[in-house]
């Protein structure tokens, strides 16, 4: 190829001499004429020889390129020297869906890909959204899929040793204090009573004064303050009071979000790497520090008040039933009180998983309803209905019109509308584990020791093998069986809320939670997106709304419409 390209260009250019009489007619009068054409001739000799090492080292590029996107049919992604799928990653990064693009590239691979990061980085891993594959490690061989210290490692500094990330021992006696705690009467009614002060002394107020204003509100932002305050009245027995008037500005609840984000860049950045932007405090790691600090003040103040109650508090009768009084009541293995971290911990995994799930949930879910006027006809239809059956009762209980729990559990529609949303859209998109010893999947994929193993739940409620079909349609049908009633689905089809012995503890609150507040919303108002607002996930721990859920409030024909609590 070379060789030929040479031949055409000296035969366009001819500069070397083959012919004596040429050069003995050429006159002679100076030096510097006759030395010309012997400096033109070293010089286009170099340029060929550039020419000829450039054609090379393209010939090589485009044989590695070719062999790299071979691979990309076997191996679902093209795997670089070097640089392994990194190139893919990166290009999947500056995209509006990191999500959409593992669910494709999961597709063509029949649901398991293994995912090659460059060479001495630690970015290998297994990705799977096979259901065999999930109910092999998330319950027949749970022990042997622990989050792993890769997973621990990365998410430390932000969650420490609390329950999401730890394993073993310590997990174990978490979970079993908190799920004690979630079963106990008297703490099921603080979930219920704070959850119904929050709805109609607050929330409704707040949308109310939108509807008044006419003016548009950032429904994302409010019902993550609502969660947000209901998950530390709960957990911690204080009220932030973020959700009021005016969405005053919470230096926590930003902190706390960008804390998250931070954190999950590290999976897509080489550990090598981000450790070394740590230490150099530069980047992400940088808004990491200055976020944490900002979550390590609100834990700090809560814990140092709920200290002080309890040690002035003599009677038993009256001590608060939250989740970080019980754990300051207990002891760790050597027989002393929980120590600070600890309970720093317990805070910052508690308010992952009651702030930010619920309220993500909520706001795909009426997203969705703006999309799919029919669905929520119909849920108005139910909740009516359910209205209407209810014993004659005096004005002022009918104008407060707070549902009660017994007419939540009714709502069997509502219920399908909202899990059909949390199928499309989970809200922990993506789970992590490690395999402790050589493992072979349902599916066939060895996994050797020590290797990472990502569940994309987001992609599973878009397979069609697991879906049918119509897996991309928001069709809450599919949950309901002849009789109209709500059925659950396998935690392996459907894991949005985990499965095996790490089921979410509050999956029934959050379903009661989620099933109140849209009841209660929906009852009062119609919610509609605001025209062209962009709706994309961000690439967070749970799967914000990235530019937040604009809409515009409107009453709907309702007699009923004030939010007054007895």
Same mark, same amino acid.
């Given at each position: 190829?070379?060789?030929?390209?040479?031949?055409?260009?000296?035969?366009?250019?001819?500069?070397?001499?083959?012919?004596?009489?040429?050069?003995?007619?050429?006159?002679?009068?100076?030096?510097?004429?006759?030395?010309?054409?012997?400096?033109?001739?070293?010089?286009?000799?170099?340029?060929?020889?550039?020419?000829?090492?450039? =054609?090379?080292?393209? /010939?090589? %590029?485009?044989?590695?390129?070719?062999? !790299? @996107? #071979?691979?990309?049919?076997? &191996?679902? +992604?093209?795997?670089?020297?070097?640089?392994?799928?990194?190139?893919?990653?990166?290009?999947?990064?500056?995209?509006?869906?990191?999500?959409?693009?593992?669910?494709?590239?999961?597709?063509?691979?029949?649901?398991?890909?293994?995912?090659?990061?460059?060479?001495?980085?630690?970015?290998?891993?297994?990705?799977?959204?096979?259901?065999?594959?999930?109910?092999?490690?998330?319950?027949?061989?749970?022990?042997?899929?622990?989050?792993?210290?890769?997973?621990?490692?990365?998410?430390?500094?932000?969650?420490?040793?609390?329950?999401?990330?730890?394993?073993?021992?310590?997990?174990?006696?978490?979970?079993?204090?908190?799920?004690? =705690?979630?079963?106990? /009467?008297? %703490?099921?009614?603080?979930?219920?009573? !704070? @959850? #119904?002060?929050?709805?109609? &002394?607050? +929330?409704?107020?707040?949308?109310?004064?939108?509807?008044?204003?006419?003016?548009?509100?950032?429904?994302?932002?409010?019902?993550?303050?609502?969660?947000?305050?209901?998950?530390?009245?709960?957990?911690?027995?204080?009220?932030?009071?973020?959700?009021?008037?005016?969405?005053?500005?919470?230096?926590?609840?930003?902190?706390?979000?960008?804390?998250?984000?931070?954190?999950?860049?590290?999976?897509?950045?080489?550990?090598?790497?981000?450790?070394?932007?740590?230490?150099?405090?530069?980047?992400?790691?940088?808004?990491?520090?200055?976020?944490?600090?900002?979550?390590?003040?609100?834990?700090?103040?809560?814990?140092?008040?709920?200290?002080?109650?309890?040690?002035?508090?003599?009677?038993?009768?009256?001590?608060?039933?939250?989740?970080?009084?019980?754990?300051?009541?207990?002891?760790?293995?050597?027989?002393?009180?929980?120590?600070?971290?600890?309970?720093?911990?317990?805070?910052?995994?508690?308010?992952?998983?009651?702030?930010?799930?619920?309220?993500?949930?909520?706001?795909?879910?009426?997203?969705?309803?703006?999309?799919?006027?029919?669905?929520?006809?119909?849920?108005?239809?139910?909740?009516?209905?359910?209205?209407?059956?209810?014993?004659?009762?005096?004005?002022?209980?009918?104008?407060?019109?707070?549902?009660?729990?017994?007419?939540?559990?009714?709502?069997?529609?509502?219920?399908?509308?909202?899990?059909?949303?949390?199928?499309?859209?989970?809200?922990?998109?993506?789970?992590?584990?490690?395999?402790?010893?050589?493992?072979?999947?349902?599916?066939?994929?060895?996994?050797?020791?020590?290797?990472?193993?990502?569940?994309?739940?987001?992609?599973?409620?878009?397979?069609?093998?697991?879906?049918?079909?119509?897996?991309?349609?928001?069709?809450?049908?599919?949950?309901?069986?002849?009789?109209?009633?709500?059925?659950?689905?396998?935690?392996?089809?459907?894991?949005?809320?985990?499965?095996?012995?790490?089921?979410?503890?509050?999956?029934?609150?959050?379903?009661?939670?989620?099933?109140?507040?849209?009841?209660?919303?929906?009852?009062?108002?119609?919610?509609?997106?605001?025209?062209?607002?962009?709706?994309?996930?961000?690439?967070?721990?749970?799967?914000?709304?990235?530019?937040?859920?604009?809409?515009?409030?409107?009453?709907?024909?309702?007699?009923?419409?004030?939010?007054?609590?007895?």
């Amino acid at each position: 190829m070379s060789t030929q390209l040479f031949s055409h260009i000296n035969y366009f250019f001819p500069m070397q001499t083959s012919h004596p009489k040429t050069m003995n007619n050429i006159t002679t009068n100076t030096n510097n004429l006759t030395a010309a054409p012997a400096t033109t001739t070293g010089e286009n000799f170099v340029f060929f020889r550039h020419l000829q090492l450039l =054609e090379i080292f393209a /010939a090589i %590029f485009v044989f590695i390129a070719i062999h !790299s @996107l #071979r691979q990309k049919r076997k &191996q679902g +992604l093209p795997v670089w020297p070097v640089l392994g799928m990194l190139p893919s990653l990166a290009s999947a990064l500056q995209s509006n869906n990191m999500y959409e693009w593992i669910s494709n590239v999961l597709k063509t691979q029949n649901g398991t890909f293994h995912f090659k990061g460059p060479w001495f980085s630690n970015l290998n891993c297994v990705v799977t959204s096979d259901p065999r594959n999930l109910e092999y490690l998330l319950k027949t061989k749970f022990v042997n899929f622990p989050k792993g210290p890769y997973f621990r490692d990365t998410v430390r500094d932000l969650l420490g040793d609390g329950i999401f990330s730890a394993d073993n021992e310590i997990w174990q006696r978490q979970r079993k204090t908190a799920s004690i =705690e979630f079963h106990s /009467a008297k %703490f099921r009614n603080l979930t219920t009573e !704070s @959850l #119904r002060e929050l709805v109609h &002394q607050r +929330l409704l107020t707040v949308l109310d004064d939108s509807v008044q204003k006419l003016t548009a509100l950032d429904l994302q932002e409010v019902l993550l303050r609502l969660t947000f305050d209901n998950v530390c009245m709960i957990a911690f027995g204080v009220d932030p009071g973020c959700l009021q008037k005016g969405l005053p500005e919470i230096p926590f609840a930003k902190a706390f979000e960008d804390a998250t984000e931070a954190t999950i860049f590290r999976f897509v950045t080489p550990t090598c790497l981000w450790k070394l932007m740590r230490y150099l405090n530069i980047g992400t790691e940088k808004k990491l520090k200055e976020s944490l600090e900002g979550v390590d003040e609100f834990a700090e103040d809560v814990i140092q008040t709920r200290k002080k109650e309890l040690s002035s508090r003599c009677d038993e009768k009256k001590m608060k039933s939250d989740l970080l009084t019980v754990f300051m009541g207990l002891k760790d293995e050597k027989g002393e009180p929980f120590s600070h971290k600890f309970l720093r911990d317990i805070c910052v995994n508690f308010i992952l998983a009651g702030r930010d799930t619920s309220s993500v949930a909520l706001s795909w879910f009426f997203w969705l309803l703006d999309r799919n006027p029919i669905v929520e006809q119909k849920i108005l239809e139910e909740i009516s209905k359910i209205v209407k059956e209810r014993e004659v009762v005096d004005d002022d209980d009918e104008m407060v019109m707070v549902f009660k729990a017994e007419e939540i559990k009714k709502m069997d529609y509502l219920q399908a509308a909202i899990s059909e949303a949390l199928r499309l859209y989970p809200s922990v998109p993506v789970d992590h584990k490690e395999v402790v010893e050589d493992e072979k999947f349902p599916d066939g994929t060895e996994l050797k020791k020590g290797t990472k193993v990502v569940y994309a739940i987001y992609a599973m409620g878009r397979a069609e093998a697991i879906w049918g079909k119509d897996c991309l349609e928001y069709k809450p049908e599919r949950w309901l069986g002849r009789d109209g009633r709500y059925m659950s689905e396998s935690a392996y089809k459907f894991t949005a809320f985990n499965g095996g012995p790490r089921l979410c503890l509050g999956k029934d609150f959050a379903y009661y939670q989620m099933k109140f507040v849209a009841a209660s919303i929906i009852y009062r108002y119609h919610v509609k997106v605001v025209e062209n607002h962009p709706v994309v996930p961000k690439l967070a721990l749970t799967m914000y709304m990235k530019h937040g859920l604009k809409v515009h409030l409107s009453r709907r024909d309702q007699k009923i419409t004030t939010s007054k609590v007895n």
